[in-house]
């Protein structure tokens, strides 16, 4: 089955960095679009990057552009945010997802907390 586990999140203060991992199992990891979205308390789920799965391009929200960097490697099946400068209004869980054959899959988030 299709599985993604994220890791990496923690307390950081600000202007901090961090590096998360999404490490994917169950499916051709290769062959798919990934993305890491977050949610904030009190707010909606938010999409923060996207990585393809041919040409690796990438797209950002504006708020990250500069900041934070997707990245994948297909050899390890895992998909990476590496998130620089960060501010306090970057505190959420981040999740990655995929989309396979018309259903969303969800890994079970990891707390980003940055604060002084």
């Known amino acids: 089955q299709v599985q993604l586990v994220e890791s990496g999140g923690g307390l950081v203060q600000p202007g901090g960095s961090l590096r998360l991992s999404c490490a994917a199992s169950?499916?051709?990891?290769?062959?798919?679009?990934m993305h890491w979205y977050r949610q904030a308390p009190g707010k909606e789920r938010e999409l923060v990057a996207t990585i393809t799965s041919t040409s690796g391009s990438s797209n950002y929200v504006e708020s990250v552009k500069g900041r934070f960097t997707i990245s994948r490697d297909n050899d390890k099946n895992t998909v990476y945010l590496q998130m620089l400068a960060l501010k306090p209004e970057d505190t959420a869980v981040y999740y990655c997802?995929?989309?396979?054959?018309?259903?969303?899959?969800w890994g079970q988030g990891t707390q980003v907390t940055v604060s002084s």
């Open positions: 997802k995929t989309l396979i054959r018309g259903v969303d899959y």
């Open positions: 169950g499916f051709i990891f290769r062959s798919y679009t």
